[in-house]
């Protein structure tokens, strides 16, 4: 099994830190962040008008996608936040499944793979 290097995994911790960092920005425009528990976010809500029901509908639809969002956005940090989790282990660039080095090439255009990408196929038979 071959180790990967101390730069490159340097590098690759600035990237996942700063598309985190991106990430929590635009998620802290859609949600607030929980003071009690760090790595949870609640929903903003949106401001209500009663009076109008056509209005009311439409920001029901906005919040609906603006969850689907923030959910989005959340799984892709806590993604993030594990691979920062397995550079601090040392264990950054192993397949959670067979526990072979993930190849660099995915690694670099994917920093956050928890596959290699044999197993990421075979998770999505």
Known sequence: MT???????????EKLEKEKEKLEEELNFLARKN???????????????QDNLEEEVNKVEERGNL????????????????????????????????????????LEVYPQAKFCIKCQDANHD
């Not at 003071?35 to 008008?49: N, S, V, Y």
């Open 3 to 13: 180790h990967l290097n101390k730069q490159f995994i340097a590098e690759q911790k």
């Open 35 to 49: 003071k009690t528990a760090k790595e949870d976010w609640g929903a903003k809500c949106l401001d209500t008008d």
């Open 67 to 106: 969850f689907l969002v923030a959910d989005t956005l959340k799984s892709d940090i806590k993604k993030i936040q594990e691979s920062l989790e397995k550079i601090k282990k040392g264990n950054y660039g192993i397949c959670d499944k067979c526990k072979e080095m993930i190849v660099i090439q995915r």
